[in-house]
């Protein structure tokens, strides 16, 4: 079938699936205390933090290299939907400034609240991985299924049910410019996912960005309402955590202006 | 000699846009450009336009995620005046 039928059938798939997120969304997330908002703020903080370096060069795999420009269009979609998505996460940080849950951003990356929960890194951790296949499924999948189809439901849901108005213009800050990540989603998947095999692929994509999403809103649920009592996962034991065995030496960068020390 | 001025259906960018650039990926008439200024936001020129079947319709606007940021607008045709013999 041509990849515009193809996403309408995805679209006729999605919909009962963006009532339920709307509906779940709402009766979630009203009536929120302020520890509750931080813990929502840290985990949604969480998943686009890391886009820049993460998820930025798993998608960018995802694209051929082509001589003649062939997706010039896509290369800029992504570009463009990293920057945002790096944004949004400086949205969420200065959200939890404003509150006065935290004092700098930087405080958020050891917080406890900002580990995530396990359906969250699930998800997370699936949308690293599309960057393994071509592009028409990583937009499938991620674009598609998540931004256009669902995650504009979640955001509506938030913006009914928030009352803060600060929680809540995060949200509504960010509504047009991840519509615009899910029209990219439309886009790339009407005009490049044509063939059967590109379709198989990427209808699993986008079933299992569902599914994930799912177990994802539930755990993130459970986490806010019921915080610390939600089993998390550990501490990483990364080097980059563990202090210097000793204090490092003072380098300056050699510039032309900069004395010799 | 008379010149009577011909109004053209266009298409117009307004101050919604938040320079996304799916406009000028899905315009099959490459109306949409850069404009010269220095935040290179897009614009569409009249000129070029071809209307796409109205607001609604045209792949322009349906692609947009801003609602409002492209809408319908009149534009005045500059016309050649003809050569009388």
Redesign the interface.
Known sequence: MRGKDFFREMETIAAPIGKETYEGTRATYSNLNEDQKFRLLCQLWWIEAPTIANFSRSWWNAIPRDPSGKYRDVEMFLARQMYDESRHGKLYADACIRKGFVQREEELWTHPYARPVQGWLNFAAWLEHLGNYHFTTLYAGEQMASECLTFPKFLEGAIAAIEDPIVRWVFEAQEDEESFHGMTGRYVVTKYCQTQLQQDEAAWAAQTTWKLLGQAAVDLAQFVKEGESMERPPLEQHPAFAPPAKPLPKMFPKTLDHPEV | MEITAVMKDVLTITPLC?D???CR??CPFQAVVCAFEKRHRYEILPHSCEWCGGPGKAPCEI????RGAIVAAKWEEPQTPAVVG
């Open positions: 938040i996304c650039g799916m990926e899905t692609y947009c995620p801003v």
